[in-house]
């Protein structure tokens, strides 16, 4: 079973929660909660965590939900809508004020990939002496080829595209910017001396893949920018003697953050001697390309945060249809697979007729959904082995209007809807329910009438066996002009038979997708 923690930064509270699965654990300050927050800024019932196990190819995940809470649970800096759940992702970081957590997934590709353990001399209880605070200069300040370099990196992390790229762009601009030997960007794991080298340029890393920088540099860097020298001349340990153990003799460690969210450390050194002006002012050029990696790795988590929001809305969403077009087909297991059978049918018809992608994927959605009306159709009616009544077809009939009406209220749904009530429409005006004819009839609708009839006609009903698939196309022949579009219908008919054969084939539904 994977590790999951929610671990505080040793500089916000230093607590760690492992999350057991499947939970749910509340989070709040009252001390019934699962997590308990003893501040009175937390609400009593502030969020919840719930594990989701694992659906079809989807790998199981930690939801985190706010509770309606007063002060707000955010996700790399995007407030959750109270009620709302957010599948959470390695290196998240979540902020329910006054804390922070980072949300560790100890199982991740990324985590396993990339954390290795620091390696360095002794640090003793001398560490901080030979560690400064340094103030940042303001750009202005800078030489005219420093300001070039920094407009030149800003750009190249302005074009980064992902996280990623913009990690690259970082190390290799502050390397560029400062002239140090060895740059990379860093974030820690939470636990004990582990960090993940997101990026890196020059020799970080020893032959046996630890990590060379010094810790306490990194531990200090929580606080602020740092800067430390390793002079020969020094005794008595600290960090001095551990950048000489790493033939280091200058080191920078900045955080790269942006309104309280920390997306890690850069770290800096150098086999060259400098002194206390030259470092800072080194320290403050690899500063102003750590801000301005900050600002873009803000918006790519922005960017991240709507995208797998998006995702998640679609992700409920086909669940959802699925659901309804799983309870058709148990109201009437002759029918079953057929919404998902059209569907197909009405994708390759529009494929064929190189429609487009946009128009190609919405016939698809439309044929899953087309016969959600006939939920309000008693079973009696639908199971019925003999011929209807008109008053039976009368009730049949409305299922266009039904499943049009129940799909309104559904923003996803908007661009299907024509095919929803048009797909009994036919070319020369004799079907229901408006006897639409022509190009009046929407184009989902005809593409529609003609998948929907062929599924029809080639399974088998409780009223009679299923036809043959030769039969069926030339009788959608003759039909070309009075009940189908006949351009539509020609398409239709140039399908090579093996793709209907393998769609025919298929007599359960589909996962949702």
């Not at 989070?27 to 609400?43: K, M, N, P, Q």
């Not at 990339?114 to 030489?143: C, Y």
């Not at 636990?191 to 340029?201: K, R, S």
């Not at 531990?219 to 001349?233: H, L, M």
Request: charged share 25%; net charge negative; hydrophobic share 40%.
């Amino acid at each position: 079973m994977a590790d999951f923690w929610l671990i505080s930064p040793p500089d916000n509270k230093d607590v760690k929660f492992q999350l057991v699965q499947p939970g749910p654990f509340s989070i709040g300050r009252e001390t019934s909660c699962g997590i308990v927050l003893a501040d009175r800024s937390v609400s009593r019932q502030h969020a919840s965590l719930q594990w989701t196990p694992p659906i079809h190819q989807e790998p199981g995940s930690w939801r985190v939900t706010d509770l309606g809470s007063a002060g707000g649970t955010f996700v790399n800096g995007v407030k959750l809508q109270a009620g709302r759940s957010l599948a959470l992702c390695h290196g998240d970081q979540i902020e329910i004020a006054p804390w922070n957590f980072d949300f560790i997934d100890q199982q991740s590709p990324v985590n396993m990939s990339r954390t290795v353990v620091m390696s360095g001399g002794k640090e003793n209880s001398q560490e901080n002496s030979n560690i400064e605070r340094v103030k940042l200069s303001a750009p202005a300040g800078f030489a005219q080829n420093q300001l070039a370099l920094l407009v030149e990196s800003s750009e190249a992390i302005h074009r980064a595209t992902n996280e990623s790229s913009v990690y690259e762009a970082l190390v290799n601009a502050a390397a560029k910017s400062t002239q140090f030997e060895n740059v990379a960007f860093v974030r820690s794991t939470g636990e004990g001396e582990a960090v993940e080298v997101l990026a890196q340029v020059g020799n970080i890393q020893d032959p046996s893949g630890k990590t060379r920088m010094s810790r306490t540099m990194l531990r200090q860097a929580r606080q602020g920018p740092v800067v430390a020298k390793a002079n020969e001349a020094m005794a008595g340990g600290g960090i001095a003697m551990s950048l000489q153990g790493m033939d280091v003799r200058c080191a920078i460690c900045i955080p790269v953050e942006l309104s309280g969210m920390r997306f890690g450390f850069l770290y800096l050194d150098d086999r060259k001697q400098c002194d206390d002006a030259t470092l800072a002012m080194t320290a403050s050029v690899a500063g102003t390309v750590a801000r301005t990696a900050a600002n873009s790795l803000g918006n790519q988590k922005r960017n991240d945060m709507e995208k797998r929001f998006a995702m998640d809305k679609q992700e409920m969403f086909n669940e959802t249809m699925h659901s309804l077009i799983s309870l058709i087909d148990l109201r009437d297991p002759y029918t079953a697979g057929h919404s998902y059978r059209v569907a197909a049918f009405a994708k390759l018809i529009a494929e064929t007729a190189k429609l487009g992608a946009e128009m190609i994927e919405r016939t698809h959605l439309c044929g899953k959904v087309h016969d959600i009306g006939k939920i309000g159709v008693p079973e009696a009616v639908l199971h019925k082995a003999s011929k209807l009544t008109d008053e039976e077809f009368a009730q049949i009939a409305l299922h266009p209007e039904s499943g049009h009406k129940s799909l309104l209220v559904i923003s996803q749904m908007q661009d299907v809807l024509p095919g929803v009530i048009d797909h009994h429409e036919k070319w020369d005006g004799s079907g229901y329910p408006f006897k639409r004819a022509g190009d009046q009839i929407s184009m989902l609708g005809r593409i529609l009438s003609i998948a929907d009839c062929f599924d029809a006609m080639t399974s088998a009903r409780v009223y009679r066996p299923a036809r043959e698939v030769g039969e069926v196309l030339v009788e959608i022949e003759k039909c070309l002009g009075r009940h189908f579009d006949p351009e539509l219908g020609k398409v239709f008919l140039s399908i090579p038979r093996i793709k209907l054969d393998e769609i025919i084939a298929t007599k359960t539904p589909p996962k949702a997708s």
